[in-house]
Protein backbone atom coordinates (compact mmCIF):
# COMPACT_ATOMS: atom_id res chain seq x y z
CA UNK A 1 0.00 0.00 0.00
CA UNK A 2 1.20 3.45 -0.83
CA UNK A 3 -0.44 6.98 -0.01
CA UNK A 4 -0.29 9.53 -3.24
CA UNK A 5 0.59 13.28 -1.01
CA UNK A 6 -0.07 15.34 -4.30
CA UNK A 7 -2.82 17.27 -3.19
CA UNK A 8 -2.86 19.76 -0.54
CA UNK A 9 -6.64 19.39 0.63
CA UNK A 10 -9.25 17.42 0.31
CA UNK A 11 -9.71 15.12 -2.77
CA UNK A 12 -13.99 15.77 -3.37
CA UNK A 13 -13.90 13.20 -6.84
CA UNK A 14 -11.95 10.74 -8.77
CA UNK A 15 -13.08 9.97 -12.15
CA UNK A 16 -11.39 6.36 -14.58
CA UNK A 17 -11.09 6.04 -18.36
CA UNK A 18 -11.27 2.28 -17.98
CA UNK A 19 -9.88 1.62 -21.65
CA UNK A 20 -7.03 3.67 -21.11
CA UNK A 21 -6.19 2.54 -17.48
CA UNK A 22 -5.99 6.47 -16.18
CA UNK A 23 -7.57 8.32 -13.67
CA UNK A 24 -8.09 11.78 -12.38
CA UNK A 25 -8.09 13.38 -9.12
CA UNK A 26 -9.48 16.46 -7.90
CA UNK A 27 -10.73 18.59 -4.93
CA UNK A 28 -10.47 21.70 -2.58
CA UNK A 29 -7.25 22.49 -3.81
CA UNK A 30 -8.41 23.46 -7.08
CA UNK A 31 -6.37 21.47 -9.16
CA UNK A 32 -6.68 18.16 -11.19
CA UNK A 33 -4.23 14.87 -11.45
CA UNK A 34 -3.93 12.77 -13.98
CA UNK A 35 -2.15 9.12 -12.76
CA UNK A 36 -1.01 6.40 -15.00
CA UNK A 37 -2.95 3.24 -12.98
CA UNK A 38 0.26 0.68 -14.27
CA UNK A 39 2.65 3.20 -12.24
CA UNK A 40 0.97 3.37 -9.51
CA UNK A 41 0.62 -0.38 -9.09
CA UNK A 42 4.97 -0.60 -9.07
CA UNK A 43 4.56 1.68 -5.60
CA UNK A 44 5.01 0.42 -2.60
CA UNK A 45 5.65 2.02 0.85
CA UNK A 46 9.41 2.53 0.64
CA UNK A 47 9.35 3.31 -2.98
CA UNK A 48 5.78 5.74 -3.74
CA UNK A 49 7.48 8.80 -5.77
CA UNK A 50 5.61 9.10 -8.75
CA UNK A 51 5.23 12.01 -11.46
CA UNK A 52 1.95 13.17 -12.29
CA UNK A 53 0.43 15.38 -15.30
CA UNK A 54 -1.38 18.71 -13.70
CA UNK A 55 -4.44 20.28 -15.09
CA UNK A 56 -4.18 24.22 -13.90
CA UNK A 57 -6.79 26.69 -14.02
CA UNK A 58 -9.54 26.36 -12.13
CA UNK A 59 -9.79 29.27 -9.54
CA UNK A 60 -12.15 27.64 -6.98
CA UNK A 61 -13.03 24.08 -5.36
CA UNK A 62 -13.59 20.94 -7.62
CA UNK A 63 -16.96 18.96 -6.65
CA UNK A 64 -17.28 17.05 -10.04
CA UNK A 65 -15.61 15.16 -12.56
CA UNK A 66 -16.00 12.76 -15.69
CA UNK A 67 -13.81 11.07 -17.68
CA UNK A 68 -15.08 8.79 -20.91
CA UNK A 69 -13.72 5.43 -21.42
CA UNK A 70 -11.06 5.98 -24.11
CA UNK A 71 -9.31 8.50 -21.76
CA UNK A 72 -9.55 11.63 -24.77
CA UNK A 73 -11.99 14.37 -22.91
CA UNK A 74 -11.97 15.24 -19.27
CA UNK A 75 -14.84 17.67 -17.39
CA UNK A 76 -14.79 19.09 -14.11
CA UNK A 77 -17.22 21.41 -12.20
CA UNK A 78 -17.18 23.06 -8.97
CA UNK A 79 -18.13 26.66 -7.24
CA UNK A 80 -17.28 28.71 -9.90
CA UNK A 81 -20.81 27.61 -11.17
CA UNK A 82 -19.92 26.66 -14.97
CA UNK A 83 -17.75 23.49 -16.71
CA UNK A 84 -14.44 22.75 -17.77
CA UNK A 85 -13.05 20.96 -20.94
CA UNK A 86 -9.76 19.29 -20.99
CA UNK A 87 -7.78 16.73 -22.83
CA UNK A 88 -6.02 14.53 -20.57
CA UNK A 89 -3.61 13.58 -22.88
CA UNK A 90 -2.17 17.23 -22.92
CA UNK A 91 -3.53 18.54 -19.25
CA UNK A 92 -4.62 21.86 -21.35
CA UNK A 93 -7.83 22.98 -21.38
CA UNK A 94 -10.73 22.89 -24.83
CA UNK A 95 -13.93 24.99 -23.87
CA UNK A 96 -15.97 26.08 -20.98
CA UNK A 97 -19.52 25.43 -20.52
CA UNK A 98 -22.00 28.10 -18.76
CA UNK A 99 -25.57 27.91 -17.81
CA UNK A 100 -25.43 26.82 -14.21
CA UNK A 101 -26.12 29.34 -11.59
CA UNK A 102 -24.89 27.48 -8.79
CA UNK A 103 -21.89 24.57 -7.54
CA UNK A 104 -22.21 21.86 -10.30
CA UNK A 105 -21.99 18.93 -8.18
CA UNK A 106 -22.23 16.31 -10.87
CA UNK A 107 -21.08 15.34 -14.26
CA UNK A 108 -21.82 12.00 -16.15
CA UNK A 109 -19.91 11.93 -19.62
CA UNK A 110 -21.21 9.43 -22.00
CA UNK A 111 -18.88 6.17 -23.03
CA UNK A 112 -18.55 8.07 -26.44
CA UNK A 113 -17.48 11.99 -24.66
CA UNK A 114 -20.04 13.52 -27.36
CA UNK A 115 -22.65 14.27 -24.55
CA UNK A 116 -22.14 15.50 -20.94
CA UNK A 117 -24.93 15.39 -18.03
CA UNK A 118 -24.74 17.95 -15.82
CA UNK A 119 -26.69 18.36 -11.98
CA UNK A 120 -26.07 21.69 -10.31
CA UNK A 121 -27.31 23.55 -6.47
CA UNK A 122 -29.17 25.42 -8.78
CA UNK A 123 -32.03 22.32 -9.36
CA UNK A 124 -31.42 21.37 -12.58
CA UNK A 125 -30.11 18.86 -14.47
CA UNK A 126 -28.47 19.98 -18.35
CA UNK A 127 -27.59 17.76 -21.25
CA UNK A 128 -24.68 19.46 -23.14
CA UNK A 129 -23.24 18.89 -26.76
CA UNK A 130 -19.72 18.44 -26.41
CA UNK A 131 -18.92 19.07 -29.80
CA UNK A 132 -21.25 22.21 -30.04
CA UNK A 133 -20.13 23.16 -26.47
CA UNK A 134 -23.52 24.36 -25.62
CA UNK A 135 -26.69 23.38 -23.97
CA UNK A 136 -29.41 20.88 -25.68
CA UNK A 137 -31.77 20.13 -22.90
CA UNK A 138 -32.41 21.47 -19.43
CA UNK A 139 -34.46 19.14 -17.31
CA UNK A 140 -36.14 20.59 -13.66
CA UNK A 141 -37.82 17.54 -12.01
CA UNK A 142 -35.96 18.98 -8.96
CA UNK A 143 -37.49 21.94 -6.65
CA UNK A 144 -33.68 21.75 -4.43
CA UNK A 145 -30.29 21.11 -5.59
CA UNK A 146 -29.11 18.22 -7.62
CA UNK A 147 -26.23 16.46 -5.83
CA UNK A 148 -25.61 13.42 -7.91
CA UNK A 149 -26.74 11.99 -11.50
CA UNK A 150 -25.68 8.25 -12.91
CA UNK A 151 -26.77 7.44 -16.73
CA UNK A 152 -27.29 3.84 -17.69
CA UNK A 153 -24.93 1.67 -20.12
CA UNK A 154 -26.70 3.29 -23.45
CA UNK A 155 -27.13 6.83 -22.17
CA UNK A 156 -30.39 6.94 -22.70
CA UNK A 157 -32.00 7.45 -19.23
CA UNK A 158 -30.36 8.90 -16.42
CA UNK A 159 -31.44 9.06 -12.57
CA UNK A 160 -30.97 12.49 -10.28
CA UNK A 161 -31.10 12.89 -6.62
CA UNK A 162 -30.03 15.93 -3.98
CA UNK A 163 -31.17 17.71 -1.48
CA UNK A 164 -34.77 16.72 -1.35
CA UNK A 165 -34.11 13.29 -0.81
CA UNK A 166 -36.30 11.61 -4.14
CA UNK A 167 -34.72 10.32 -6.92
CA UNK A 168 -36.14 10.87 -10.60
CA UNK A 169 -35.74 8.34 -13.80
CA UNK A 170 -35.59 10.39 -16.34
CA UNK A 171 -35.57 9.12 -20.51
CA UNK A 172 -32.61 11.60 -22.44
CA UNK A 173 -34.64 11.16 -25.88
CA UNK A 174 -38.46 11.99 -24.40
CA UNK A 175 -37.83 14.39 -21.36
CA UNK A 176 -40.31 11.93 -19.61
CA UNK A 177 -39.58 11.53 -15.32
CA UNK A 178 -41.02 9.32 -12.91
CA UNK A 179 -40.66 9.35 -9.50
CA UNK A 180 -38.06 6.28 -8.86
CA UNK A 181 -38.22 6.49 -5.07
CA UNK A 182 -37.48 8.63 -1.81
CA UNK A 183 -34.60 8.02 0.51
CA UNK A 184 -34.31 8.59 3.96
CA UNK A 185 -30.94 11.68 3.88
CA UNK A 186 -30.27 13.86 1.12
CA UNK A 187 -28.94 11.35 -1.71
CA UNK A 188 -24.59 12.55 -2.10
CA UNK A 189 -24.18 9.80 -4.54
CA UNK A 190 -25.77 7.13 -7.30
CA UNK A 191 -24.44 4.41 -9.11
CA UNK A 192 -26.00 2.42 -11.73
CA UNK A 193 -25.11 -1.32 -11.32
CA UNK A 194 -24.94 -2.88 -15.11
CA UNK A 195 -28.46 -0.97 -15.92
CA UNK A 196 -29.88 -3.61 -13.22
CA UNK A 197 -29.60 -1.78 -9.77
CA UNK A 198 -28.77 1.46 -7.67
CA UNK A 199 -26.37 2.23 -5.00
CA UNK A 200 -27.23 5.22 -3.27
CA UNK A 201 -25.26 7.03 -0.67
CA UNK A 202 -27.11 9.62 1.83
CA UNK A 203 -26.53 12.12 4.59
CA UNK A 204 -27.54 9.05 6.50
CA UNK A 205 -24.83 6.45 7.49
CA UNK A 206 -26.09 3.36 5.15
CA UNK A 207 -25.65 2.82 1.13
CA UNK A 208 -28.49 1.22 -0.18
CA UNK A 209 -29.27 -0.71 -3.35
CA UNK A 210 -32.25 -0.80 -5.28
CA UNK A 211 -33.51 -3.26 -8.19
CA UNK A 212 -34.42 -0.90 -11.14
CA UNK A 213 -37.80 -1.58 -12.30
CA UNK A 214 -38.86 -2.67 -15.60
CA UNK A 215 -39.72 -0.32 -18.61
CA UNK A 216 -43.40 -1.58 -18.56
CA UNK A 217 -43.49 -0.59 -14.20
CA UNK A 218 -42.46 2.55 -15.24
CA UNK A 219 -44.56 3.19 -17.88
CA UNK A 220 -47.72 1.92 -15.38
CA UNK A 221 -46.80 4.63 -12.30
CA UNK A 222 -49.11 7.20 -13.24
CA UNK A 223 -48.76 9.25 -9.67
CA UNK A 224 -46.36 11.12 -10.02
CA UNK A 225 -46.55 12.22 -6.39
CA UNK A 226 -45.67 8.61 -5.33
CA UNK A 227 -42.61 6.57 -5.72
CA UNK A 228 -42.63 3.31 -7.66
CA UNK A 229 -39.80 1.94 -4.95
CA UNK A 230 -40.79 1.62 -1.50
CA UNK A 231 -38.08 -0.33 -0.33
CA UNK A 232 -34.22 -1.40 -1.14
CA UNK A 233 -32.88 -4.57 -1.81
CA UNK A 234 -30.11 -4.28 0.37
CA UNK A 235 -28.37 -2.03 2.40
CA UNK A 236 -24.83 -1.89 4.09
CA UNK A 237 -24.91 0.10 7.42
CA UNK A 238 -21.89 2.65 8.79
CA UNK A 239 -21.18 4.41 12.16
CA UNK A 240 -22.96 7.04 13.04
CA UNK A 241 -21.50 10.62 12.26
CA UNK A 242 -20.97 13.04 15.25
CA UNK A 243 -24.49 15.55 15.65
CA UNK A 244 -23.47 17.71 18.86
CA UNK A 245 -20.92 18.93 20.75
CA UNK A 246 -20.80 20.45 24.12
CA UNK A 247 -17.77 22.19 25.72
CA UNK A 248 -17.20 21.61 29.61
CA UNK A 249 -16.09 23.93 31.61
CA UNK A 250 -12.34 22.45 32.47
CA UNK A 251 -11.88 23.77 28.16
CA UNK A 252 -9.95 20.25 28.28
CA UNK A 253 -12.65 17.88 27.15
CA UNK A 254 -16.15 17.42 25.04
CA UNK A 255 -19.00 15.59 25.01
CA UNK A 256 -20.47 14.46 21.12
CA UNK A 257 -23.63 12.77 20.56
CA UNK A 258 -24.06 11.15 17.02
CA UNK A 259 -27.20 10.41 15.32
CA UNK A 260 -28.29 7.29 17.78
CA UNK A 261 -28.61 9.68 20.75
CA UNK A 262 -25.25 7.91 21.82
CA UNK A 263 -22.45 10.08 23.70
CA UNK A 264 -18.60 10.41 23.78
CA UNK A 265 -16.20 12.04 26.17
CA UNK A 266 -13.53 13.44 24.04
CA UNK A 267 -9.83 14.97 25.29
CA UNK A 268 -9.03 17.71 23.24
CA UNK A 269 -5.39 18.09 24.39
CA UNK A 270 -4.73 14.30 24.16
CA UNK A 271 -6.98 14.37 20.33
CA UNK A 272 -8.40 11.45 21.56
CA UNK A 273 -11.98 9.61 22.80
CA UNK A 274 -11.61 8.87 26.69
CA UNK A 275 -14.81 6.77 26.66
CA UNK A 276 -17.81 5.51 25.55
CA UNK A 277 -20.89 6.87 27.48
CA UNK A 278 -23.75 5.45 25.50
CA UNK A 279 -27.23 6.73 26.47
CA UNK A 280 -27.43 9.39 28.76
CA UNK A 281 -29.17 12.05 29.78
CA UNK A 282 -26.87 15.14 28.12
CA UNK A 283 -27.90 17.95 30.48
CA UNK A 284 -27.35 16.12 33.60
CA UNK A 285 -23.82 14.14 32.17
CA UNK A 286 -22.71 17.94 31.79
CA UNK A 287 -23.77 19.15 34.99
CA UNK A 288 -22.26 16.39 36.51
CA UNK A 289 -18.75 16.92 35.10
CA UNK A 290 -18.97 20.62 34.96
CA UNK A 291 -17.25 22.39 37.85
CA UNK A 292 -17.21 25.99 39.11
CA UNK A 293 -14.95 27.65 36.99
CA UNK A 294 -13.87 29.28 34.67
CA UNK A 295 -11.41 29.42 32.05
CA UNK A 296 -11.51 31.52 28.73
CA UNK A 297 -12.15 29.80 25.59
CA UNK A 298 -9.27 28.85 23.37
CA UNK A 299 -10.88 26.55 20.42
CA UNK A 300 -13.51 26.14 18.67
CA UNK A 301 -15.51 22.69 18.63
CA UNK A 302 -17.63 21.46 15.45
CA UNK A 303 -18.94 18.23 14.46
CA UNK A 304 -20.48 19.38 10.96
CA UNK A 305 -18.32 16.91 9.09
CA UNK A 306 -19.47 13.70 11.52
CA UNK A 307 -16.51 13.90 12.82
CA UNK A 308 -14.81 16.38 15.79
CA UNK A 309 -13.03 18.68 14.50
CA UNK A 310 -10.96 21.40 16.63
CA UNK A 311 -10.36 25.08 15.25
CA UNK A 312 -7.73 27.25 17.21
CA UNK A 313 -7.86 30.70 15.72
CA UNK A 314 -4.48 33.29 16.92
CA UNK A 315 -7.10 35.42 18.81
CA UNK A 316 -7.46 33.31 21.74
CA UNK A 317 -5.84 30.33 20.83
CA UNK A 318 -3.09 31.37 23.97
CA UNK A 319 -6.13 32.93 26.27
CA UNK A 320 -6.04 29.64 28.90
CA UNK A 321 -3.01 30.05 31.16
CA UNK A 322 -3.76 27.09 33.93
CA UNK A 323 -1.51 26.15 36.84
CA UNK A 324 -0.56 22.76 37.34
CA UNK A 325 0.21 21.48 40.96
CA UNK A 326 3.38 19.70 41.10
CA UNK A 327 4.74 17.96 44.08
CA UNK A 328 8.47 17.65 42.92
CA UNK A 329 8.52 21.41 42.16
CA UNK A 330 8.87 24.73 44.45
CA UNK A 331 6.70 26.26 42.76
CA UNK A 332 3.50 25.26 40.04
CA UNK A 333 4.12 24.76 36.44
CA UNK A 334 2.18 27.46 34.35
CA UNK A 335 0.71 25.69 31.24
CA UNK A 336 -0.77 27.07 28.26
CA UNK A 337 -3.38 24.93 26.45
CA UNK A 338 -3.00 26.64 23.17
CA UNK A 339 0.47 26.29 23.53
CA UNK A 340 0.44 22.77 24.82
CA UNK A 341 -1.60 21.70 21.42
CA UNK A 342 0.71 23.96 18.85
CA UNK A 343 3.87 22.24 20.33
CA UNK A 344 2.48 18.66 19.86
CA UNK A 345 0.97 19.24 16.64
CA UNK A 346 4.51 20.00 15.33
CA UNK A 347 7.01 17.58 17.75
CA UNK A 348 8.26 16.58 14.45
CA UNK A 349 8.77 19.46 12.77
CA UNK A 350 12.26 19.65 10.91
CA UNK A 351 12.38 23.18 10.83
CA UNK A 352 11.74 23.60 14.57
CA UNK A 353 14.24 20.80 15.46
CA UNK A 354 16.44 22.70 13.68
CA UNK A 355 16.17 26.04 14.57
CA UNK A 356 14.60 25.70 18.11
CA UNK A 357 15.72 25.39 21.12
CA UNK A 358 16.08 21.27 22.00
CA UNK A 359 14.72 21.51 25.29
CA UNK A 360 11.23 22.52 24.99
CA UNK A 361 10.16 24.87 27.65
CA UNK A 362 8.32 23.41 30.75
CA UNK A 363 5.55 25.84 30.86
CA UNK A 364 4.03 24.74 27.53
CA UNK A 365 5.21 20.93 27.08
CA UNK A 366 4.18 17.83 29.22
CA UNK A 367 2.67 14.18 29.19
CA UNK A 368 -0.77 15.19 29.53
CA UNK A 369 -0.71 16.13 25.66
CA UNK A 370 0.78 13.39 23.94
CA UNK A 371 -0.91 13.56 20.51
CA UNK A 372 -1.36 9.97 18.37
CA UNK A 373 1.16 10.42 15.29
CA UNK A 374 -1.56 9.85 12.74
CA UNK A 375 -3.63 12.73 14.00
CA UNK A 376 -4.87 15.12 10.89
CA UNK A 377 -4.70 19.09 11.40
CA UNK A 378 -4.70 21.65 8.43
CA UNK A 379 -3.35 25.36 7.92
CA UNK A 380 -6.61 27.21 7.03
CA UNK A 381 -7.27 30.80 5.65
CA UNK A 382 -9.69 32.80 7.91
CA UNK A 383 -11.07 31.54 11.13
CA UNK A 384 -13.01 28.69 12.42
CA UNK A 385 -11.96 26.88 9.20
CA UNK A 386 -14.55 29.32 6.51
CA UNK A 387 -11.57 29.91 4.28
CA UNK A 388 -9.65 28.00 1.77
CA UNK A 389 -7.48 25.07 3.25
CA UNK A 390 -3.80 25.81 2.66
CA UNK A 391 -2.21 22.28 3.82
CA UNK A 392 -3.57 19.44 5.30
CA UNK A 393 -1.14 16.85 6.67
CA UNK A 394 -0.43 14.49 9.81
CA UNK A 395 1.31 15.20 12.47
CA UNK A 396 3.95 11.88 11.96
CA UNK A 397 4.53 13.43 8.61
CA UNK A 398 5.31 17.14 9.76
CA UNK A 399 9.42 15.09 9.83
CA UNK A 400 9.39 14.50 6.20
CA UNK A 401 11.57 16.88 4.31
CA UNK A 402 9.30 18.13 1.40
CA UNK A 403 6.38 18.65 3.76
CA UNK A 404 8.29 20.75 6.69
CA UNK A 405 9.59 22.53 3.36
CA UNK A 406 5.98 23.32 2.77
CA UNK A 407 5.20 23.86 6.27
CA UNK A 408 7.78 26.66 6.45
CA UNK A 409 6.33 28.42 3.70
CA UNK A 410 2.72 28.73 5.46
CA UNK A 411 2.92 27.86 8.96
CA UNK A 412 1.65 31.48 10.42
CA UNK A 413 3.73 33.97 12.51
CA UNK A 414 1.75 33.33 15.81
CA UNK A 415 2.69 29.35 15.61
CA UNK A 416 6.18 29.90 13.86
CA UNK A 417 7.52 32.34 17.08
CA UNK A 418 6.19 29.74 19.96
CA UNK A 419 7.26 26.82 18.01
CA UNK A 420 10.58 27.87 16.96
CA UNK A 421 11.27 30.93 18.68
CA UNK A 422 9.83 29.34 22.05
CA UNK A 423 8.34 32.89 22.62
CA UNK A 424 5.54 32.30 25.12
CA UNK A 425 2.24 33.90 25.15
CA UNK A 426 1.50 36.57 27.45
CA UNK A 427 -0.53 36.60 30.84
CA UNK A 428 -3.42 37.69 30.85
CA UNK A 429 -3.84 40.58 33.62
CA UNK A 430 -7.35 41.26 36.48
CA UNK A 431 -7.30 44.42 38.34
CA UNK A 432 -8.44 43.41 41.88
CA UNK A 433 -8.67 45.44 45.44
CA UNK A 434 -8.52 43.64 48.77
CA UNK A 435 -9.67 45.40 52.09
CA UNK A 436 -11.25 44.97 55.19
CA UNK A 437 -14.66 43.08 55.26
CA UNK A 438 -17.72 45.32 55.17
CA UNK A 439 -21.43 44.81 55.32
CA UNK A 440 -21.68 48.32 52.90
CA UNK A 441 -18.90 49.25 51.75
CA UNK A 442 -18.44 52.63 50.86
CA UNK A 443 -17.48 53.39 46.88
CA UNK A 444 -13.67 52.64 46.37
CA UNK A 445 -11.31 54.89 44.50
CA UNK A 446 -8.26 53.68 42.15
CA UNK A 447 -5.69 53.89 45.36
CA UNK A 448 -4.59 50.84 46.47
CA UNK A 449 -5.89 49.00 43.03
CA UNK A 450 -3.81 45.74 42.46
CA UNK A 451 -3.33 43.59 39.32
CA UNK A 452 -2.48 39.63 38.81
CA UNK A 453 -2.36 36.90 36.37
CA UNK A 454 -5.78 35.70 35.85
CA UNK A 455 -5.13 32.75 37.16
CA UNK A 456 -4.14 33.19 40.53
CA UNK A 457 -5.69 31.20 43.07
CA UNK A 458 -7.04 32.86 46.11
CA UNK A 459 -4.70 30.99 48.52
CA UNK A 460 -2.34 33.54 46.89
CA UNK A 461 -4.24 36.38 48.52
CA UNK A 462 -4.39 34.63 51.58
CA UNK A 463 -0.94 34.76 51.68
CA UNK A 464 -1.05 38.32 50.57
CA UNK A 465 -3.32 39.25 53.09
CA UNK A 466 -1.30 37.82 55.93
CA UNK A 467 2.32 38.97 54.68
CA UNK A 468 1.91 42.55 53.23
CA UNK A 469 -1.48 43.86 55.10
CA UNK A 470 -1.66 42.06 58.57
CA UNK A 471 2.23 41.15 58.81
CA UNK A 472 3.83 39.01 61.43
CA UNK A 473 2.14 38.40 64.85
CA UNK A 474 4.38 39.68 67.51
CA UNK A 475 5.00 38.08 71.07
CA UNK A 476 6.29 34.26 71.73
CA UNK A 477 2.99 32.44 71.15
CA UNK A 478 0.77 34.53 68.87
CA UNK A 479 -2.50 32.92 68.57
CA UNK A 480 -3.54 31.29 65.33
CA UNK A 481 -5.99 32.73 63.04
CA UNK A 482 -7.55 31.79 59.65
CA UNK A 483 -8.01 34.73 56.40
CA UNK A 484 -11.19 34.46 54.73
CA UNK A 485 -11.19 35.94 51.40
CA UNK A 486 -15.08 37.11 50.17
CA UNK A 487 -16.29 38.31 46.93
CA UNK A 488 -20.12 40.20 46.96
CA UNK A 489 -20.36 38.30 50.24
CA UNK A 490 -19.97 35.08 49.10
CA UNK A 491 -17.06 33.03 50.65
CA UNK A 492 -14.47 32.24 48.43
CA UNK A 493 -12.43 28.61 48.02
CA UNK A 494 -8.88 28.87 48.37
CA UNK A 495 -8.69 26.70 44.82
CA UNK A 496 -10.44 29.36 43.00
CA UNK A 497 -8.61 31.51 41.05
CA UNK A 498 -9.29 35.52 40.18
CA UNK A 499 -10.75 35.14 37.21
CA UNK A 500 -13.36 31.92 38.51
CA UNK A 501 -14.69 34.91 40.83
CA UNK A 502 -15.01 37.54 38.32
CA UNK A 503 -16.99 35.56 35.85
CA UNK A 504 -19.17 33.52 37.96
CA UNK A 505 -19.34 35.69 41.29
CA UNK A 506 -18.19 38.90 40.51
CA UNK A 507 -20.38 39.14 37.07
CA UNK A 508 -19.29 42.97 36.66
CA UNK A 509 -16.86 44.71 33.47
CA UNK A 510 -15.63 46.70 36.63
CA UNK A 511 -12.38 45.74 38.73
CA UNK A 512 -12.81 42.98 41.02
CA UNK A 513 -13.59 43.83 44.57
CA UNK A 514 -12.41 41.37 47.83
CA UNK A 515 -12.70 41.52 51.22
CA UNK A 516 -10.62 40.16 53.81
CA UNK A 517 -11.93 38.71 56.97
CA UNK A 518 -9.64 37.29 60.06
CA UNK A 519 -11.26 34.49 61.91
CA UNK A 520 -9.19 33.86 65.73
Not at 302 to 327: F, N, P, Q, R
Not at 443 to 451: A, D, I, N, T, V
Amino acid sequence: MSSLRTHRDYVKKLAYAIDKDIFASGGLDRKIYVWDVCTLKCLTTNNNTVSTAICEGHKDSIYSMSINAAGTQLVSGGTENFIRLWDPRACTKSGKLKGHTDNVKSLVLSPDGTQLLSGSSDGTVKLWSIGQQRCVATFRNHDQGVWAIAADEAFSKFYSGGREKTLFETDIKTSESVLLLKETGSILDVVCDNSKNLWIGTTETAVNKWQLPSAKQSAHNLDVTKPLLTTPVNTVTGGHGLKKVYTLSDKQHVICTDSEDRSYLFNVLGAKMVKELGKVDIKEEIKGRNKQEYIPNWFTADVKTGMLTIYLDESDCYSAWVCVKDDTAETDNKINYGGLIIQALLQNWVSASVNGDEEIDCRLYGKQCAIPPHTPFALVEGSDGCGRTLFRIRVDETANQNDSRILDDLIPGWVYDLRVKNEMPKFTKIAFYIEPYAEDPAPKSREGRLSANDFLAISKVIEYVGDKILGPQEGPNPPAHEIIIFCNKHRLEPKMDLRTVKHTIWKSGSDLRLMYLVST
